[in-house]
């Protein structure tokens, strides 16, 4: 059964330095890999979507990249600003759920100004 | 503006009460969904459908009950059945051409109270 995880649960880190936030998956039969963010009380926003064939996505100062063999994403958020703090999501689209996404708990960023 | 839009923001339910949370969307998206998220956790399926008039259970479908109408509608509704009611719920939809590979796309969800 596919499990996601993401670590750490929670990150605080000044404004203006790069940072990393890891997803790790445990079986690689996937169709793609979708970040999201969420600010308190609100939505998803999707912010990237990798696809199983991609090795990485960019929007603007974000980048994720994925390495389905070692189960594992990363989201890279370069020059972080205050505006970047809210509670950063993976989901994986497996192939043996009937296209579900799973979840994994996400990443609360902190970005102090 | 092409989205999705789930109604109320706040919702209350007493003991004992049914309540249905409305998911509309108008980006013609076949298939949709409802999550309920708590804190610390992933977001975990309750219903999905693919099509009109049809819809199938998620992870933690007991106590929840939906319709499929419409294209456009998926309501949710939380039965008394539901034993801890109070959460975030979360409708989502996306097109399911090519099965696996298209984006899913979230309303601003409902918060639901017992009170």
């Known amino acids: 059964k596919q499990e996601v995880t993401q670590i750490p649960a929670a990150l605080s880190v000044p404004e203006g330095e790069n940072l990393v936030l890891n997803c790790s998956f445990t079986d690689s039969a996937i169709y793609n890999l979708q970040w999201f963010r969420q600010d308190p009380g609100k939505g998803l926003t999707s912010l990237l979507l990798i696809q199983s064939s991609q090795r990485e996505q960019t929007s603007g100062r974000l980048n994720a990249s994925l390495d389905k063999s070692s189960g594992r994403s990363t989201l890279y958020i370069a020059a972080s600003q205050p505006g970047d703090s809210a509670t950063y999501l993976c989901a994986v689209r497996t192939m043996d759920s009937n296209y579900q996404l799973i979840w994994g708990a996400g990443t609360k960023l902190i970005i102090k100004p | 503006d092409g989205g999705i839009t789930q109604s109320p923001k706040y919702l209350f339910r007493k003991e004992g009460q049914n309540v249905t949370l409305s998911c509309e969307q108008n980006?013609?998206?076949?298939?949709m969904y409802w999550y309920r998220q708590d804190p610390g956790q992933g977001l975990r399926l309750i219903y999905y459908?693919?099509?009109?008039?049809?819809?199938q259970k998620g992870d933690i479908a007991e106590g929840y009950s939906v319709s499929r109408e419409k294209k456009e509608s998926f309501p949710l509704t939380v039965t008394s059945a539901q034993k801890n009611p109070t959460a975030f719920y979360l409708c989502?939809?996306?097109?399911?051409?090519?099965?696996?590979?298209?984006?899913?796309?979230f309303g601003q969800g409902t918060r639901l109270t017992v009170v």
């Open positions: 459908s693919q099509i009109v008039n049809d819809f």
């Open positions: 980006l013609n998206h076949d298939a």
């Open positions: 989502a939809s996306r097109i399911t051409g090519n099965r696996g590979n298209t984006e899913a796309f």
